[in-house]
């Protein structure tokens, strides 16, 4: 059974940064396409940031500010955030592609505010 775990999140203050980290296990396979979503209340879940084979994109709201780093690390993904904001509060979620089918963790909060 594929298992997902988001660690990081945290409360931050305007400016500061915050590492989330996103690792998969129970599989021998590895995911072709890894993707960080977040939600705030009373919103939709949307796409921040994604890799699909080797590229990286972003939404235009991070764009600048957020990056999945360069780490070869087996069956890990990160997602840097720099100069948070206040609108960045929100559960940050993982989701994972194996074959045909999606994975999500259970989320990590993050918090901005002062």
């Known amino acids: 059974q594929v298992h997902v775990v988001e660690s990081g999140g945290g409360l931050v203050q305007p400016g500061e940064s915050l590492r989330l980290s996103c690792v998969y296990s129970?599989?021998?396979?590895?995911?072709?396409?890894m993707g960080w979503y977040r939600q705030a209340p009373g919103k939709q879940r949307e796409l921040v940031a994604s890799?699909?084979?080797?590229?990286?994109d972003y939404a235009d709201s991070v764009k600048g500010r957020f990056t999945i780093p360069r780490e070869n690390v087996k069956n890990t993904m990160y997602l840097q955030m720099n100069s948070l904001k206040p609108e960045d509060t929100a559960t940050y979620y993982c989701?994972?592609?194996?074959?045909?089918?999606?994975?999500w963790g259970q989320g990590t909060q993050v918090t901005v505010s002062t």
């Open positions: 989701k994972i592609r194996i074959g045909s089918e999606n994975y």
């Open positions: 890799i699909i084979g080797g590229k990286r």
């Open positions: 129970g599989t021998r396979f590895t995911s072709t396409a």
